[in-house]
């Protein structure tokens, strides 16, 4: 980047003027909801609160790094419509998982039972997200800063960008994300970064790039609504969205945005909860045309459900028997589902791994876009009984190796991943047939950067790392009588950027780790 500054970063602000900026940013979350719900059993019902994680000043990072990750996703959103689509190379790769992971094996059986009676709506939604990592070609030497920083030196290397995994399922930050980009323009407007007289400050509103990924979000889903078409099926007189949602939901200020957005749409989509499984169960059923009724609280009348969006259905223990059913009974709706069970089942990190393989990319896009997409893979192996397979067991067993390691189960949400020296005491307690469901990635060295987290689990200030999620929007038609997927709506969608303490290994903000930001590019 070459960047003449030589400030340091953050700004030195003065203790009373970080004291102002803290409730200034505290004041904002609160009349804005930037908040995460908490359930208490006090009798008296009360709703309790408290802000999410964020950054007090925006995090740097490279401005060419940023547009580079957002050029890629529409790369990236075909390739994974691909996938969902290519049912014989998705069973391929997941088939030892099939046989060993009960959740695998539950998805793939509600995919085998509306197999049977027949796939009935040839389109799919995507909501994706693909998460990057600045990573450092050689790690700085002791006490040498990363070229991003203001007191860099130039003969630090240029970072570039590699994934940390790609997700097609219940894809959160979107609002939240939005907010907090809001929130950190709104302070640079108004001067809550200034330091006076010095002209070294990086943090202006023309280096804050602007988030819409909830205008993105929602226009997706009523793109969807749309492509449904009017109701078939009588009673129902009216189509609306359904969304998934898990109980007692702490996550409400993310999702709920969305669901406001599409009732004031012009015309209003209708847009409605249901708890996963209960609601599924008890207030939808399907036509004998497998029309998607659903009965909301206190109507007299259903609506037929054009789209269903799963903000639910991640978690295996959500895959009881009564978890099957209702999932079964959606995948078997005529409804556009945001995800497929397939475009699911496209999200586990086994998949991640084998696009790593040779000739993979390849399979789904054309080679020079397919070598873009490469370019951002982090080196990803199996531990499986391949040649491959069995020098990365080798290396996750042996503790000096692990420390350049992540070990990741196919599982979504945060808090899953095993980290460096911890790796082969945790294989130690799990059964070697069982060690092939996880996949051994190589940890990122992102720069080291500084900055201040009012995060969950308190105030930190210190050395930092960021995350860059990029959403996607993508609607596609299955092709009939082959694989792969004919593409009728395709664009980046927005973006969200999360920051954590260099010494903390996850990232998940909900779960108190990191904290949502905004990049200021440079």
Known sequence: MGSSLHAPYPPPLSEEHLLALQADIQDWQLTHGSLIKMYTHNEDRAVLARPIGVSMFPTLFPKSCFSHALELQESYNELYANIAEDEGWLFDVLQDLILTDPFTRALWGVHEKVKEKGYIQPLTLGIFRSDYMLHS??????????????????????????????????????????????????????????????????????????????TSITSGLAAAHTAYGLPRSAPATTTAILIAVQPNNINICDERPLEYSLWAHDPAIPTYRALFPSDITARTTLTQSRELLFYPPHATLPVEISAVYLRAAYDPAEHDSAGIAARTRLELARAIKCPSVLAQLATFKKVQQALSLPGAVERFLPPPRAAQVRATFAPMYPLDDSEVGRRARALAADAGAAERFVLKPSLEGGGHNVYRG?????????????????????????????????????????????????????????????????????????????????????MSVIKGYGCFDTPCLV
């Open 137 to 214: 070609p050689e790690e700085p030497r002791e006490g040498e800063c990363s070229r991003l920083a203001p007191e860099t030196s130039d003969l630090a290397p240029e970072p570039t960008i590699k994934q940390v995994e790609f997700n097609t399922f219940s894809c959160a930050g979107g609002t939240h994300g939005n907010i907090v980009n809001a929130m950190h323009h709104h302070l640079a407007r108004t001067g809550a970064y200034d330091l006076g007289t010095s002209p070294q400050n990086p943090i202006t509103p023309s280096a804050l790039p602007t988030a819409e990924t909830t």
């Open 422 to 506: 911890d790796i082969p005491r945790v294989l130690e307690q799990v059964p070697e047939a069982e060690w092939r469901s996880y996949v051994l990635m190589e940890l990122m060295r992102p720069p080291s950067l500084s900055n201040i987290l009012l995060a969950g689990r308190g105030v930190y200030e210190g050395r930092v790392v960021s995350e860059l999620g990029v959403f996607g929007v993508c609607m596609w038609r299955r092709r009939d009588g082959g694989t792969g997927a004919e593409i009728v709506e395709n664009r980046q969608g927005g973006w969200s950027f999360k920051t954590k303490a260099e010494e903390v290994d996850e």
